[in-house]
Structure formats: structure tokens, C-alpha cells
């Protein structure tokens, strides 16, 4: 800990970085640096050994690349806890002047075992450290991506840097650098591709000029700002990066030529569940063009489920669907990646209005739409599923007058799981006589919600038009009930 509070106070000048040159062969088995911090008047504040590393003959440089890594502590030690405690807590030096000492050792073996320690050499530098806290970037944020026109008014913005001194001049210097291609941000600044410089700035904001060089086209850059106090470089921001990006590769499509969408009936047997497939064939990087979310919303229907479909990476809202859900949304921690997608299988309830379509939107990280279209779901007359009461009610359902609808269509809901099979009957209420024997019957499957749902022919019974009737279905563990009525202009 104690080398890298060290190392941060001269890490950001060059001229300060540590070389080693090691002008010929030699026969150490490896170094290590034993760094000491000074008081101007030489009373030893704090020390710390490295671990062992090995040179090669030529020039080695402790620089911002690699100081996290050779100054690695194998032990610590401190003279006077006190300054400890303050580097601990803060992360900085009290103001003053310090002296700071490198002593470079070489491991030898001993010719008759054993290993010996040898001071090769000694360097040691002055440094005037003042209590400061640097400026913290505002905008553009980190990661922003402009559109090219956007670029030529750019704004800039920062906090002012703390310094305790109230009287100390205070200027800023705006440093930009194009990174360049399977560069990060931090190696387009060590490696000076300096693309742009402002100085002597004393306010905490600036306008890109429009005299100044045009940024390019799908190009991403690199910002900071380097404090002075007094003339003085003091210290740098954190490093941020922006994006210039050509259009829009869809502002010319038309309904989502690339992203395209299918929901198509199962081989279930159940007409109701839907198959659901996005194909995500957008391959540029314009970020408001790559979706990252996925919704969907029923017109004349509700959602009564989803089922299975992605799981890693992607949320799902709602997780469970309450009653009367009309729409589902599908978000992916990254983005949605390339190719075909299953988002799992959609249960629609009951359909009583035509037609019933769906409606979809791909979203971009902002929420912003990136295409918008609709499926139609059915064009005739809709299946109607009524649902089971668990207790015996009044109510009568009269069933439409329509040809179309001479089967019975029932559902129910337990609280365990669904059953394969059932057993119903049918009661003429006014007769108080069965018309049905106990039948039993295959049932149309939910296993995972518990939903049940059963056709029934009434072709099959000879109901009479007009009469009012009872259906009463046991799965065995409970009776579900259901009054209903013919149509009286109903014929077989």
C-alpha cells in the first residue's frame, strides 16, 4: 500500500519515473528496490522493501505501466505510525517537503551457500507535496457517443481542483488524444497521439472551436485535464473517452429490416401458446442502433404466461405475470446478440375480441425506440375458454349463437400442479337429471402454471336450445363448476 501512495505522487512526469540501466551482464540471481521517505530535514517517515524481480542488460523504467506490479510491498515498516495512519486513511502526504530514496539491491549466491545482499546503487529526489484534490470529469460522460454534427460545438466540463492554499493561481489544461484502433484510453495517452490541446484555462468549462481540428468519423477519443498551481503541474483528472459515429445505419430502414420477429403456434395442440423468435441481424456500432431490450404488448388479449426461453444475461419483466398482463419486456445485461433468440413460449388467456395482434419495440440502451411493427395473431373468430368457479354459483353463461361454437371450452386453475386427465359431467338443472355419465377425458396441459383446459362436443349429449345446464369437473382432488345455457335459436 505504502509504494503506491509513493509511487502516485510522481507518477503522472515523466521526468520523474525511475530508470534502471543496467549497462552489462550480470551473474544476480534478482533485486529489489528498498524505497525510504525523508523529512526535509532527513528523519525517516516511511519504508517498504519490493518483492524480487529480475533486469535484463539494457534500460528498466518503474513507470505508470508497471509500478502496481514492481512495487509490490514484500514488507512494510514505519518509523512514525502517525504518517502511516494519514496515508491509510487519506491517501496523501501532509504538506511539506520530503525526500524520496530508491536503493537498488542485487541477490548473489555465495560461494559456499547461502545468498548475499548488495547495494548497487542509490537515487533519491525532492518533492513539494501540497494538500490537493484533483478535478473529477462531468461531460462529455465516459463512454458518450456523439454524432459527427454534434461534434463541432463539443462542451467540456469539470469540477475545480481543491488546493488549501486560497491564494494559489489556478489554471487547467484540456488534453484530448484519438485512440486508435485495440488501444485503451490510458495507452492513446502514453503513446502521444495527441489530438487536441487548450491551456491556461481558469474556468472549469470549454467549447470545442470550431478553428480547431474536425474529429473523425467512427473514432473514439481520450480526455483529461492536468491541474497547475502557481505555473506548476500539479496533477491529472481520471481519464475519460468519448465516440464520434457516422449516422444512423436505420434511419432509412423501414420496419426493422434487420430485426426481425416471429411468433408462431406450437405443436402443443394448445392454439393459444406462441413460439417466440427475434433475429437480431445488426452488425454495426452505432450504439443508438444496437438493441439491448425487447417488448412486447397484446391487443384484444391478456398474456396468462411465459414459459422457458433465455435465461443467462437476460431479465425478464414481470418475472411472474399477474392477472390481465397485456405486455412483456426482455432486457439483456449487455446488448442482444446476433442471430436468433428464443425468448420463450407466450400463453395467451381468453381471446373474445377479433382480431388480436401483437405489437413489438426494439429498445436501445437509452430506452429510446429503435423500430416499431405489429403481427396480426388471428383474423376469424377467436377460441373463448371460460373459467371453472370452485363453488357453486347462479351465474349463467349463454353461449354464443354461432355454428363455430358447438364445442365447450373450459379452464381452471389449481393450486398444485395440472393433471393429465379428468372427469365431468353434465346436469340438466331445471330435470335435476344427469345427462352425462361420468366421463372421463383428456385435458389440454399447463404443467408449469397449473392451468387445465378441456374441449368438450356438446354434439356429442343432445342438449336441448334454451335449457340451462350444469358442467361439473373433478380433477380428482376438487370439483370446479360451471352453469351455462343453449342458445335457443341453436341448431344441431
Not at 180 to 208: C, D, H, I, K, V
Not at 250 to 268: G, H, Y
Not at 400 to 421: C, I, K, R, T, W
Request: charged share 20%; proline share 5%; aromatic share 16%.
Amino acid at each position: 500500500m505504502i509504494f503506491s501512495y509513493l509511487y502516485s505522487l510522481i507518477k503522472n512526469f515523466e521526468e520523474t519515473s525511475v530508470n534502471i540501466i543496467t549497462s552489462a551482464p550480470h551473474t544476480f540471481e534478482g533485486f529489489y528496490l528498498k524505497v525510504n521517505v525523508y523529512t526535509s530535514d532527513n528523519k525517516l517517515l516511511l519504508g517498504a522493501v519490493t518483492k524480487n524481480f529480475n533486469l535484463s542488460q539494457g534500460i528498466f523504467s518503474v513507470n505508470n505501466f508497471n509500478y502496481k506490479s514492481i512495487l509490490s510491498p514484500k514488507t512494510e515498516f514505519s518509523v512514525r505510525s502517525g504518517y502511516y495512519s494519514m496515508l491509510d486513511a487519506g491517501g496523501f502526504f501532509p504538506a511539506g517537503k520530503y525526500i524520496f530514496e530508491y536503493e537498488l539491491y542485487g541477490i548473489a549466491i555465495k560461494p559456499v551457500g547461502g545468498f548475499v545482499h548488495e547495494k548497487l546503487c542509490v537515487y533519491a529526489m525532492q518533492k513539494n507535496i501540497e494538500i490537493f484534490f484533483p478535478s473529477v470529469l462531468l461531460e462529455p460522460a465516459d463512454g458518450f457517443e456523439f454524432e459527427y454534427e454534434e461534434t463541432r460545438s463539443m462542451f467540456f466540463a469539470w469540477t475545480p481542483a481543491m488546493v488549501m492554499d486560497n491564494s494559489a493561481d489556478v489554471t487547467y489544461e484540456l488534453q484530448i488524444y484519438e485512440i486508435l484502433p485495440g488501444q485503451t484510453p490510458e495507452q492513446a495517452l502514453n503513446s502521444r497521439n495527441t489530438f487536441f490541446t487548450e491551456r491556461n484555462l481558469r474556468n472549469t468549462f470549454f467549447t470545442y472551436p470550431v478553428y480547431a481540428r474536425d474529429f473523425s468519423n467512427n473514432t473514439s477519443y481520450a480526455w483529461r485535464v492536468l491541474t497547475y498551481v502557481n505555473s506548476n503541474p500539479i496533477d491529472f483528472s481520471e481519464i475519460w473517452s468519448f465516440t464520434c459515429n457516422s449516422e444512423s445505419l436505420l434511419d432509412n430502414m423501414k420496419e426493422c429490416d434487420l430485426l426481425k420477429v416471429e411468433f408462431t403456434k406450437t405443436i402443443q395442440g394448445n392454439i393459444n401458446c406462441y413460439k417466440l423468435l427475434i433475429t437480431n441481424n445488426y452488425t454495426g456500432s452505432y450504439t443508438k442502433d444496437k438493441p439491448k431490450s425487447f417488448k412486447i404488448n397484446v391487443h384484444n388479449d391478456s398474456i396468462f404466461s411465459i414459459t422457458g426461453g433465455v435465461s443467462n444475461g437476460w431479465i425478464r419483466v414481470p418475472k411472474k405475470i399477474p392477472p390481465h398482463t397485456i405486455d412483456g419486456k426482455w432486457i439483456n445485461k449487455e446488448y442482444i446478440p446476433n442471430g436468433k433468440t428464443t425468448l420463450g413460449f407466450v400463453y395467451l388467456g381468453n381471446s373474445t375480441t377479433s382480431p388480436v395482434y401483437l405489437t413489438y419495440e426494439w429498445l436501445n440502451k437509452d430506452e429510446d425506440v429503435i423500430c416499431k411493427d405489429s403481427i396480426p395473431i388471428t383474423e376469424g373468430t377467436p377460441l373463448c375458454y371460460y373459467d371453472l368457479g370452485r363453488e357453486y354459483s347462479d351465474t349463467y353463461i349463454e353461449l354464443p349463437d354461432n355454428p363455430a361454437y358447438a364445442g365447450l371450452n373450459v379452464q381452471f386453475l389449481n393450486q398444485y400442479a395440472s393433471v393429465e386427465n379428468i372427469i365431468f359431467t353434465i346436469t340438466d338443472i331445471e330435470a335435476r337429471e344427469v345427462v352425462t355419465s361420468k366421463i372421463e377425458k383428456n385435458i389440454l396441459i399447463n404443467s408449469i402454471t397449473g392451468l387445465n383446459r378441456i374441449s368438450i362436443n356438446l354434439d356429442d349429449y343432445k342438449l336441448l336450445p334454451g335449457k340451462k345446464y350444469l358442467l361439473t369437473v373433478s380433477d380428482y382432488m376438487n370439483n370446479y363448476y360451471l352453469n351455462f345455457k343453449i342458445p335457443s335459436r341453436y341448431e344441431k
